[in-house]
């Protein structure tokens, strides 16, 4: 017998952890807005939803990238909205970019029974696209990632400090 070998893509997976100086419910007044990903996520111009008000699992949304990014659109779908247990999902489903079989899912906890602090953990998985390395490819969406996660540190924290 003659075992051959896989030829699917290699696939990175991550999970990236942020504490940010603000309670939950703060945190995900901002993250559950699936229909509003650029309150804090820089890289997103603007945001149309194609399907779905933002609110319901398998709604739809078209988001415009800014320039200088190897991508212009993405388009995405809710997979999972837990309110009670802080968790959204996303999956790509196409757009202009190299992204294939892109998931992340975004959890937040109260910090170490600190009511007003909160752990966001943020597991992605995604294939290598082809002619880029796993590494390359996983520093990429890691750097996204991250920078997303301090630009939602930044957002609530200043939230916070409005009277």
């Known amino acids: 017998m003659e075992i051959l070998p896989s030829s699917s893509p290699p696939k990175c997976s991550s999970v990236l952890v942020q504490h940010i100086n603000a309670p939950v419910p ?3 007044s ?15 111009q603007t945001t149309t939803m194609l ?17 200088g990014l190897p991508a212009q659109v993405s388009i995405e779908r809710l997979n999972l909205l837990e309110a009670n247990l802080h968790v959204i999902s996303f999956s790509i489903v196409g757009g202009d ?9 975004m959890l ?10 909160t752990t966001v953990m943020e597991s992605y998985t995604v294939d ?10 996983c520093y990429f969406v890691e750097n ?10 930044s957002v609530a924290e200043r939230m916070t400090s409005v009277p």
Do not use: M
């Not at 399907?51 to 320039?67: A, F, L, M, P």
């Open 26 to 28: 703060l945190v995900w």
């Open 30 to 44: 901002i993250v559950r807005r699936f229909d509003k990903p650029e309150l804090y996520k820089r890289f997103v």
């Open 51 to 67: 399907s779905g008000d933002g609110d319901n699992i398998g709604c739809v949304r078209k988001v415009q990238i800014v320039s």
């Open 97 to 105: 970019h190299r992204l294939a079989n892109y998931r992340s899912t």
């Open 108 to 117: 937040l906890l109260e910090k170490n029974d600190e009511a007003d602090k």
């Open 128 to 137: 290598a696209p082809t002619g880029s390395s796993k590494e390359d490819t």
């Open 144 to 153: 996204i990632i991250r920078w997303n996660l301090e630009s939602l540190a």
